[in-house]
């Protein structure tokens, strides 16, 4: 099956800042790479995500990279906000319809 | 967009009882839908994959019997813990996909619903 490692587990940033989060995923087959963000005692919530024809997304300040042939993908939040701060996840999915997570990388952003 | 609701967001029940969470699509049927199990500080994991008018697919290790999975509608799947003992105390998501959204691969999450068993 699909495995995803995701680095680093914390990330501490200045607001302002930018901060970066990656993926590894094992799957060839995967094509689908979505991001999600988790606050407290909440569902995940869809942020971005990329498909495997596609190398980069972006939407306003949040951006994802994607590197098939390599089998990683990336994370970017540019000009970070203190309601940024929450618990990020990245996924991976294949064609049946199945989405592994990473461990998750809790994101805090300093005033 | 696409909304699903779970309900309750929190319950607890007493060792021995069971207790049932509903998953419901709010704007969209959706023939499949998701529930994984989140421990605290950590990832979401898959427990197995509910298809409307057909048996659930658990993952290995999740007990069926343990975990009772309805989809007997193309909007609402249940989650019944049977037993329940402390060890099951979680948090428990739903999520289901819209085949119509235009997104191909649109997962869409409930709210989750923190079980404690005492």
């Known amino acids: 099956g699909e495995n995803v490692e995701q680095h680093p587990s914390t990330l501490s940033v200045q607001e302002g800042d930018s901060a970066v989060i990656k993926c590894t995923y094992s799957?060839?087959?995967?094509?689908?790479f979505p991001w999600y963000k988790q606050e407290l005692g909440k569902g995940p919530q869809l942020i971005i995500d990329?498909?495997?024809?596609?190398g980069e997304k972006k939407d306003q300040r949040i951006a994802v990279t994607l590197n098939k042939t390599a089998k990683h993908f990336s994370l970017h939040i540019t000009e970070t906000q203190p309601e940024d701060s929450a618990v990020y996840f990245c996924a991976a999915s294949p064609n049946d319809y199945k989405l592994s997570f990473g461990a998750g990388t809790t994101v805090t952003v300093r005033a | 967009g696409a909304v699903v609701s779970q309900h309750p967001s929190w319950v607890i029940c007493k060792s021995g009882t069971s207790v049932k969470i509903e998953c419901r699509s709010l704007d969209f049927q959706a023939t499949t839908m998701f529930w994984y199990r989140q421990f605290p500080k950590q990832s979401l994991m898959l427990m197995a994959t509910s298809n409307e008018g057909s048996k659930a697919t658990y993952e290995q290790g999740v007990e069926k019997d343990k975990f009772l999975i309805n989809h007997a509608s193309l909007t609402l799947s249940t989650l019944t813990v049977t037993s329940a003992h402390p060890e099951d105390s979680s948090f428990y998501i739903c999520?289901?996909?819209?085949?119509?959204?235009?997104?191909?691969?649109?997962?869409?999450f409930g709210s989750g619903t923190r079980l404690t068993v005492v």
């Open positions: 799957d060839s087959a995967s094509n689908y």
């Open positions: 999520s289901a996909r819209d085949p119509t959204g235009g997104i191909i691969y649109g997962y869409t």
């Open positions: 990329i498909r495997s024809n596609v």
